[in-house]
């Protein structure tokens, strides 16, 4: 099965929030902190999603999601910054797979897709962060983003234990 990869339109977005918040309700479950801890259910991701419409209807942020038979199995964003003196630069947010559809290349291709539109939009570099020793690491790593640091303790997972975070960078064009 081939995921197909959407990229949410303003007026599209309040309907996929039920899609995206079972996505991301799982995905913690699963034990991706993604900046929640437990107990992190349906609700609070609705919640979250939901929060996050006026940054998509102006533009601040963009979604993707990969979908398969009509559920959303995964997806990623690209948050723009608003300050004047980073307009050059935006940020890979909520790149996230079901832990029923991993392994398959869907998390590269979520990436890959976000960069192409990012190069498109004449950004000319990309940041993300993310837990150090993860899946999601080795995928940055192998996608040719560079790490710039690592800060320990940083956030708490799921469980609430503290874990170190690794930031990336990525140039563009």
């Given at each position: 099965m081939?995921?197909?990869i959407?990229?949410?339109?303003?007026?599209?977005?309040?309907?996929?929030?039920p899609?995206l918040?079972?996505?991301?309700a799982?995905?913690?479950a699963?034990g991706?902190?993604?900046?929640?801890v437990?107990?992190?259910g349906?609700?609070?991701a609705?919640?979250w999603?939901?929060?996050?419409?006026?940054?998509?209807?102006d533009?601040?942020?963009?979604?993707?999601?990969a979908e398969?038979d009509g559920?959303?199995?995964?997806?990623v964003?690209?948050?723009?910054n608003?300050k004047?003196?980073?307009?050059?630069?935006?940020?890979?947010?909520k790149?996230?797979?079901?832990?029923?559809?991993r392994?398959?290349?869907?998390?590269?291709?979520l990436l890959?897709r976000?960069?192409?539109a990012?190069?498109d939009e004449?950004?000319?570099?990309?940041?993300?962060?993310?837990?150090?020793?993860?899946?999601?690491?080795r995928?940055?790593?192998?996608?040719?983003w560079?790490r710039y640091g690592?800060v320990?303790?940083y956030?708490?997972?799921?469980a609430?234990?503290?874990?170190?975070?690794?930031?990336?960078?990525?140039?563009?064009?």
């Amino acid at each position: 099965m081939t995921a197909r990869i959407v990229r949410l339109a303003a007026g599209d977005f309040t309907a996929a929030v039920p899609g995206l918040a079972d996505l991301f309700a799982d995905v913690v479950a699963d034990g991706a902190s993604l900046g929640f801890v437990a107990p992190f259910g349906r609700a609070a991701a609705e919640a979250w999603w939901t929060g996050q419409g006026a940054a998509v209807v102006d533009g601040g942020l963009t979604i993707w999601t990969a979908e398969e038979d009509g559920r959303i199995v995964g997806t990623v964003s690209l948050a723009r910054n608003p300050k004047p003196n980073g307009r050059h630069r935006a940020e890979i947010v909520k790149l996230m797979v079901h832990p029923d559809a991993r392994g398959r290349g869907l998390a590269r291709t979520l990436l890959a897709r976000a960069e192409q539109a990012a190069a498109d939009e004449g950004f000319a570099l990309l940041l993300l962060d993310t837990e150090t020793g993860s899946p999601a690491e080795r995928l940055y790593l192998g996608a040719g983003w560079t790490r710039y640091g690592v800060v320990p303790a940083y956030a708490a997972d799921p469980a609430g234990a503290l874990k170190d975070c690794s930031f990336f960078y990525r140039t563009l064009g």
